[in-house]
């Protein structure tokens, strides 16, 4: 399957993620909580692996000892997120096996070695391919599909080659599903301002909270179009986070350390757990949807899409059926039948004969219903899409306004520019802006002057 010879996809990436919200909506909690029960202990064990090794002396022992336990605590979220998927596949395929969720020792160990195998091999992949940018979104959506085509029946090679055709495919649907959904721009986006926070500190020790608070700002707002939905999560959670100590305290009148010290809330550690609950706020979705995605791709070849849409049909028939039997075998009520009078049964039968024949009145509306006068459609009906569609749409809206606006101030910009560097305003008449060079030499101008006082 490869994606030249891919047909379009039957779905866009916005109705795929509309669909995968309905997905994990429709998932039994105990099923849900499979996902959690790998996911939280690995991040609670990865933030306290990275405080205790940024803010503590350890022992090398130490180290490889809590390395290890990470290690360890990966290796049993990847465990998870295979029965999750398993359980979600359970609710979009007619014919999931249900050993895929409980099988033999031999299976659970050959799929434990594939998983840690495949993701290891991630850790390195995955940030050279953002590096990239290119290759980045394939090689993302076939670490996803490692962990969703798992069936514990394929061996290594096999699992591989079913992952990388499905992740080549419909690439401008996978781009925007890692846009508008994956938390990982998220966390890259945080690794970075983690490593250029203490360098810029470093190299201006003058620089007080005020302006690391505006910096955190600007970087904010200039990763919010690169993931909307994952920075928006986030604000989110960092509210509820910062409200909530305010919360106990005006419940309980205990005060907190939180209330006391606002570095907390600039502290790594702070954007480090937002960003961890943020992830497991939006993983569970977007495994979702590119479960689903898998599924539309396979079923191209299966039909799997048509008979699960068949067997849903079914269910309901099995359901309607008593109910139209009884119906249909439930007696019916005759009306009573009125005596006619002596006067009435007396009375001839007239017969009443048509003025025009029933052929020739058909013939006359069709001749009627020709003309151009009738010869007219209905308006076709606006798709309006569903909240996530609506969503992205507001998001975009705002982007180009905020594009429109900018364009605006440097069209003012050029224009004052021009105004600065013309001489006796001939420059004016001509019209146009300031060209790049114009804008340089006015820049570095006053600077070289600058430079020749201070030699």
């Excluded at 779905?11 to 509309?18: G, N, P, R």
């Excluded at 508008?180 to 998220?186: F, K």
């Excluded at 790049?436 to 006015?442: A, D, F, G, K, N």
Aim: net charge neutral; proline share 7%.
């Amino acid at each position: 399957m490869h994606a030249s010879s891919t047909p379009p996809p039957a779905k866009s990436a916005f109705d795929l993620v509309e669909e995968a919200f309905h997905l994990v909506r429709r998932l039994p909690l105990h099923d849900l909580a499979a996902y959690y029960i790998g996911t939280l202990p690995f991040l609670a064990g990865l933030l306290y692996f990275w405080v205790d090794m940024t803010h503590h002396s350890v022992p090398e022992s130490r180290v490889l000892l809590e390395a290890l336990g990470v290690t360890l605590l990966f290796i049993w979220m990847k465990i998870w997120q295979v029965s999750y998927a398993r359980r979600l596949w359970r609710l979009v395929a007619v014919d999931q096996p249900a050993a895929a969720v409980v099988a033999a020792p031999a299976r659970w160990a050959g799929m434990i070695g594939r998983q840690t195998m495949i993701h290891a091999s991630g850790l390195v992949a995955l940030p050279v391919a953002l590096v990239f940018a290119g290759p980045f979104g394939a090689v993302y959506a076939f670490y996803q599909n490692a962990t969703i085509l798992e069936d514990m029946t394929d061996d290594l090679t096999g699992l591989q080659r079913r992952a990388m055709k499905m992740a080549a495919a419909w690439p401008r649907q996978n781009h925007l599903l890692i846009w508008s959904l994956s938390p990982v721009l998220l966390v890259a986006a945080f690794a970075i301002y983690v490593v250029l926070v203490p360098i810029m500190s470093a190299v201006t020790p003058e620089w007080s909270s005020l302006f690391l608070t505006i910096y955190s700002t600007i970087y904010l707002l200039a990763i919010l179009p690169l993931t909307p939905f994952a920075v928006v999560t986030a604000l989110n959670i960092a509210t509820v986070l910062i409200v909530l100590p305010h919360l106990i305290k005006m419940l309980t009148g205990t005060p907190l350390l939180f209330l006391t010290n606002s570095a907390l809330i600039l502290n790594s550690f702070f954007m480090a757990v937002v960003c961890a609950l943020t992830w497991c706020a939006l993983d569970p979705i977007i495994k979702a949807a590119y479960l689903l995605r898998c599924f539309y791709l396979a079923s191209l070849l299966t039909g799997e899409d048509l008979r699960a849409q068949l067997a849903r049909y079914a269910r309901v028939l099995v359901v309607a059926a008593p109910l139209l039997f009884v119906l249909a075998s439930a007696p019916a009520v005759a009306a009573p039948e009125i005596d006619p009078g002596p006067a009435e049964s007396a009375a001839p039968a007239l017969e009443v004969q048509p003025a025009v024949a029933p052929g020739e009145l058909d013939r006359a509306i069709d001749v009627v219903m020709a003309g151009s006068e009738y010869d007219w459609r209905l308006p076709r009906q606006p798709n309006e899409g569903g909240i996530v569609s609506k969503f992205f749409m507001q998001v975009a809206e705002t982007l180009r306004h905020w594009a429109e606006v900018v364009g605006h101030w440097l069209d003012k910009l050029g224009d004052w520019l021009s105004r600065r560097l013309s001489r006796g305003g001939d420059d004016e008449a001509g019209g146009g802006g300031a060209s790049t060079m114009q804008v340089v030499l006015y820049v570095a101008w006053p600077r070289s002057r600058r430079w020749r006082a201070v030699d």
